[in-house]
């Protein structure tokens, strides 16, 4: 009987043991797929990216023949040529003009349609969140296109109405003018994102504290500006940190409207100029270099924004 049930109890234990050990490893199994995934489309070109900045394209004689170009090692030769290249730093100055009037612009009328849609009088809020949010949706070649037409003197229904009232005639594609242009496209489709988070994040807050503050005499502006928007800074600093990477990264916009202006410049920005050495010069080794650069400038910022806020935020 002893032996009988020593040998009960030690199969118990193995099964136990094996049970434990499968459910262990079923949090590994689920998350495997997504891992592989973000390996694949993410960490590996990230790598690849890396170990292409590292060499160059040696040409002997004329550049003819088998053998007469090769790829050598080149260090960080590539890194010291993108940080010293005027071209480039005059992409990263217009990009920065160009958030500094985007990102205020976009995120002022985010927040002012979402304490709108947020307030108990407001009517037609379900017809106001779809108008507000259906420019989103349309890509934003398109959107290019449209205004492009738009902002022509030719088709410009604007220029005509100034033309009508005998009114100076306005350039939207002047030197000047298009970092207005290239800003209004994207706040005509950036808004209605940004307005559906902060409102979402509205909806969340407790309506009790709206309660509290009106019985205490607040009136809807003292509620919005003292309740509602201090209650909103983490979801204001989730949108302005999306915000930002993406101006950093405007590539479609200027591409697109570039051909109908000469304002706009091949490599207007910075991820145009990688688009032209990779793809126009065949210079896959600077463009991988370059775009490195990129990232991690702005991941940088990032990281900036995040600490700022924090520091004089008082955000955790």
């Given at each position: 009987m002893n032996r009988a049930a020593a040998r009960r109890g030690t199969t118990s234990r193995r099964r136990t043991t094996s049970r434990l050990t499968t459910a262990g490893a079923a949090p590994y199994a689920f998350a495997a797929p997504a891992v592989v995934l973000f390996a694949l489309t993410f960490l590996l070109p990230i790598g690849y990216t890396a170990y292409?900045?590292?060499?160059?394209?040696?040409?002997?004689?004329?550049?003819?023949?088998?053998?007469?170009?090769?790829?050598?090692?080149?260090?960080?030769?590539?890194?010291?040529?993108?940080?010293?290249d005027a071209e480039l730093g005059a992409g990263v100055v217009r990009v920065l003009v160009?958030?500094?009037?985007?990102v205020p612009t976009m995120l002022g009328l985010?927040?002012?349609?979402?304490?709108?849609?947020?307030?108990?009088?407001?009517?037609?809020?379900?017809?106001?969140?779809l108008a507000i949010f259906l420019p989103y949706a349309i890509p934003g070649v398109i959107a290019t296109v449209l205004w492009g037409f738009l902002y022509l003197p030719a088709t410009s229904p604007f220029t005509q109405a100034l033309r009508a009232l005998s009114l100076p005639e306005a350039d939207f594609l002047s030197p000047t003018g298009i970092y207005f242009a290239l800003a209004n496209i994207a706040v005509w489709g950036g808004v209605g994102y940004n307005t559906v988070v902060l409102h979402t994040a509205l909806r969340a807050i407790p309506r009790e504290l709206y309660e509290a503050a009106r019985i205490d005499g607040c009136t809807p502006v003292q509620l919005a500006l003292r309740v509602k928007v201090p209650l909103l800074a983490p979801a204001l600093v989730l949108t302005t940190l999306f915000s930002v990477i993406a101006t950093l990264q405007v590539f479609a916009e200027p591409t697109t409207l570039a051909p109908l202006t000469n304002s706009l410049s091949r490599t207007w920005t910075p991820l145009m100029k990688v688009y032209q050495d990779a793809f126009a010069r065949g210079d896959v080794h600077s463009a991988a270099a370059t775009s490195v650069l990129i990232g991690l400038g702005t991941a940088v910022i990032s990281f900036g924004l995040l600490r700022a806020t924090r520091r004089f935020g008082g955000l955790r």
């Amino acid at each position: 009987m002893n032996r009988a049930a020593a040998r009960r109890g030690t199969t118990s234990r193995r099964r136990t043991t094996s049970r434990l050990t499968t459910a262990g490893a079923a949090p590994y199994a689920f998350a495997a797929p997504a891992v592989v995934l973000f390996a694949l489309t993410f960490l590996l070109p990230i790598g690849y990216t890396a170990y292409l900045s590292l060499f160059r394209i040696e040409v002997r004689g004329l550049g003819l023949g088998k053998g007469s170009r090769s790829e050598v090692f080149a260090g960080l030769g590539n890194y010291a040529r993108a940080l010293t290249d005027a071209e480039l730093g005059a992409g990263v100055v217009r990009v920065l003009v160009y958030g500094g009037i985007l990102v205020p612009t976009m995120l002022g009328l985010a927040l002012v349609f979402a304490l709108l849609l947020d307030e108990e009088r407001a009517r037609a809020r379900g017809f106001a969140r779809l108008a507000i949010f259906l420019p989103y949706a349309i890509p934003g070649v398109i959107a290019t296109v449209l205004w492009g037409f738009l902002y022509l003197p030719a088709t410009s229904p604007f220029t005509q109405a100034l033309r009508a009232l005998s009114l100076p005639e306005a350039d939207f594609l002047s030197p000047t003018g298009i970092y207005f242009a290239l800003a209004n496209i994207a706040v005509w489709g950036g808004v209605g994102y940004n307005t559906v988070v902060l409102h979402t994040a509205l909806r969340a807050i407790p309506r009790e504290l709206y309660e509290a503050a009106r019985i205490d005499g607040c009136t809807p502006v003292q509620l919005a500006l003292r309740v509602k928007v201090p209650l909103l800074a983490p979801a204001l600093v989730l949108t302005t940190l999306f915000s930002v990477i993406a101006t950093l990264q405007v590539f479609a916009e200027p591409t697109t409207l570039a051909p109908l202006t000469n304002s706009l410049s091949r490599t207007w920005t910075p991820l145009m100029k990688v688009y032209q050495d990779a793809f126009a010069r065949g210079d896959v080794h600077s463009a991988a270099a370059t775009s490195v650069l990129i990232g991690l400038g702005t991941a940088v910022i990032s990281f900036g924004l995040l600490r700022a806020t924090r520091r004089f935020g008082g955000l955790r």
